[in-house]
């Protein structure tokens, strides 16, 4: 029982990891039409960053949040001077956002060198708590948190404010939402923005299990991949169902079925992308 | 003017002599092309670098000069891409011309250029561990300095065994061959002594968490032995803390699990945990106190497993060409001679097997903090271990090559 128990955690707090990961992945995606694959890179040079801003600010909260503040600015300064040249080009910009991936990874390499680096767990957060009998810890219950409060302050964004219709507006025809003097371009950098700052973000806050270390980003590309193309392209709802959708399977499925690994994280995805090309709740785009 | 058939001839005897003065020429004076074939970008480029550091170390401590010869170094990197390592090898025996080359880094990188390496006839002093390239297959013009995946975890478990007295214990090690043989290796050894290896787990190398893994580990265990290399053993072991397993399991660790290089950006969670290598910079003989004390001038930390690697076999390299005078033109006699050398280095004495694998010590070491810094105490050392451990080469090499199926795991409990 405590063993299922500890498992079902562990499943929601991989789950609430996944999602800071691929909100902005789905943002970007659903929006520009491109699969964005300098999202892990974002992801690990934001844990990177945060790293530097720790030795500053002696806070792990307001490092996320800064660090998600430069990487917001570097987000916005590829897309305004790099994807921007290539627009209408879908093809060229994901070959790019490649190219740019490689090259954080090997300035991650020169500034911070080929050693991993440990992100410090809050001192309050450092001991283990007891949950119905079983020790688990601290730490990745307040990811989990985190990651339900970003969910909930990314649904009211979409839904109830103008900002978040006009993105909607984006996501479902493009053409028509510039027809109506929607200003798609500004609306580009500001969501290429925002999912810049919550990879950054979240690789400040998966820090304290992940670690930042060479090879990250490609550690957790293939996961944000994964995530978006089950929940469906563009939809917030399908990202955070997603995303715990593939922390139960991925931590069940190890549990069960430790040679599978890779099988169980993948294959789920190829069933539902082929009965539902869209997948589970994203929608034809016009 | 005209170019007949004898004037051809003329031509191009003159053009291939020439080709073939110069070697006949460069033999016994001219500089020594040495290929160093390392890792510096990608995942595996912390290691990497540190061979080459280690490298131009020894070199720069010799005035480049070795066995009379200057030294001209060729480095190439592979970013830990297998089929890149093979390209680049390639690029190093014909643009750049080495003669003999240290490295590659890792298991798959030696297996993919295995082929390239016997065609090209290139003297090769490796620092990858795959195991079959000096037992089932040995490759005539490869010798390690460094050890096999499982030379360091047989000792490692015949000391649990008898000094640690566990009696039941986990391993857990990436999913990749290095990380089966090294667990096979311990297994063996551990279950033939009387012990009983009770739960294995392969996680995938890229696993983003070990939270399923380690909600899956036994607590009516002695230990768990670490088979992780690279960021993975630093990661694995903060995470069990996490998770509170601390004091409830004793974890041990293979070769790469708390290297120098992954010890210094940790903390107390290190202290006290046992590892086996072929090497510590906290080892005392005069070689490596000399070699420590100016690496940590050079870089501020500690040389590791990698440091140690390329000045090992540097060494190697250098003792096979003062046997030879220098004379490294003569392949077949260099291959000869290095598997007859015996040399003493930073690791302490070293000599090779027939089948082109050193045979050295293995130290068995503890973390402590000293001097404010963690490092690897030596607590104990088996004197000249060969890849075969114990057991009788022949029969050794009867059994299947160490992997995930052999040796069968009995005594696994669901």
């Known amino acids: 029982m405590q063993y299922w128990i500890i498992q079902t955690l562990n499943s929601l707090a991989l789950g609430g990891l996944l999602f800071l990961l691929a909100a902005g992945f789905s943002l970007i995606f659903g929006l520009m039409r491109i699969a964005n694959l300098t999202h892990g890179s974002l992801y690990m040079l934001g844990a990177y960053v945060g790293i530097s801003v720790l030795k500053y600010v002696p806070n792990l909260w307001l490092a996320a949040i800064i660090g998600g503040v430069i990487m917001a600015v570097f987000g916005g300064l590829v897309e305004r001077l790099i994807l921007r040249a290539l627009a209408g080009n879908a093809l060229g910009q994901v070959l790019v956002t490649l190219g740019i991936s490689f090259i954080i990874a090997d300035l991650c390499l020169m500034v911070w060198g080929g050693d991993p680096i440990p992100v410090p767990t809050p001192p309050a957060l450092q001991q283990p708590i007891l949950v119905g009998g079983v020790t688990f810890p601290t730490y990745r219950l307040v990811v989990l948190a985190i990651a339900v409060v970003t969910a909930l302050a990314l649904y009211l964004l979409m839904d109830r404010t103008r900002i978040g219709a006009m993105i909607r507006a984006g996501v479902d025809d493009m053409q028509m939402a510039r027809a109506v003097g929607i200003p798609v371009s500004r609306l580009f950098t500001a969501v290429f923005c925002l999912g810049a700052a919550l990879a950054g973000a979240g690789g400040i806050i998966g820090g304290p299990i992940m670690s930042a270390y060479p090879g990250l980003d490609a550690d957790m590309l293939p996961l944000a991949l994964i995530v978006v193309m089950l929940g469906g392209v563009g939809s917030l709802l399908g990202a955070f169902v997603g995303s715990f959708l593939i922390g139960a399977i991925y931590t069940f499925g190890t549990a069960l079925l430790p040679d599978l690994a890779y099988v169980i994280l993948f294959l789920p995805m190829i069933v539902v992308i082929a009965f539902r090309p869209t997948g589970l709740f994203g929608r034809q785009s016009v | ?414």
């Not at chain 2, 058939?5 to 040495?34: H, K």
């Not at chain 2, 302490?348 to 027939?354: E, I, M, Q, T």
């Open chain 2, 1 to 414: 003017m005209t170019f007949n058939r004898r004037r051809f001839i003329q031509a191009t005897g003159a053009g291939a002599a020439a080709l073939v003065m110069p070697t006949i020429a460069q033999s016994q004076t001219g500089p020594i092309r040495v290929g160093l074939m390392t890792v510096k970008t990608g995942p595996l480029a912390s290691g990497g670098i540190d061979m080459e550091r280690a490298l131009v170390q020894y070199l720069k401590e010799r005035n480049t000069t070795l066995a009379g010869r200057k030294v001209d170094l060729f480095v190439g990197d592979s970013g830990g891409v297998p089929a890149q390592a093979r390209t680049k090898i390639q690029e190093l025996v014909e643009r750049d011309k080495i003669q003999v080359m240290i490295g590659p880094l890792a298991t798959a990188e030696a297996l993919a250029a295995d082929d390239y390496i016997r065609q090209a006839q290139l003297l090769t002093l490796s620092v990858a561990a795959a195991e079959d390239m000096t037992q089932r297959k040995p490759n005539p013009w490869f010798t390690r300095g460094t050890s096999t995946s499982s030379q360091c975890s047989m000792p490692l478990a015949d000391y649990s065994h008898k000094t640690l007295k566990m009696r039941r214990m986990a391993v857990i090690a990436d999913d990749i061959a290095y990380g089966h043989e090294m667990c096979a290796g311990f297994m063996r050894v551990f279950e033939e002594n009387g012990g009983k290896v009770v739960q294995r787990m392969f996680p995938p190398l890229t696993v983003p968490d070990y939270g399923t893994y380690l909600a899956q580990l036994k607590t009516d265990i002695d230990g768990i032995f670490l088979g992780f290399a690279g960021s993975n053993g630093f990661r694995y072991l903060r995470q069990f803390n996490e998770y509170g397993l601390r004091g409830k399991v004793t974890p041990i660790g293979g070769m790469t699990a708390l290297d120098e290089a992954v010890l210094r950006n940790m903390g107390d969670e290190a202290l006290g945990i046992v590892t086996s290598c072929w090497y510590s910079a906290e080892i005392e003989n005069a070689i490596n106190k000399k070699f420590a004390a100016n690496f940590r001038v050079d870089w501020s930390y500690d040389p590791g497993f990698y440091a140690a690697a390329t000045y090992v076999e540097a060494a190697v390299l250098e003792a096979t060409l003062n046997a030879l005078k220098g004379n490294i033109e003569d392949k077949p006699s260099f291959m000869k001679t290095v598997r007859n050398i015996k040399v003493d280095t930073a690791r302490g004495p070293v000599s090779f097997d027939r089948y082109g694998n050193v045979v050295g010590n293995i130290y068995i070491r503890k973390v402590e903090r000293k001097d404010g810094r963690l490092v690897n105490r030596v607590i104990h050392t088996y004197p000249d271990v060969s890849q075969f451990w114990t057991y009788k080469p022949e029969e050794f090499l009867k059994n299947p090559v160490y992997s995930r199926d052999w040796p069968p795991a009995k005594n696994l409990e669901s």
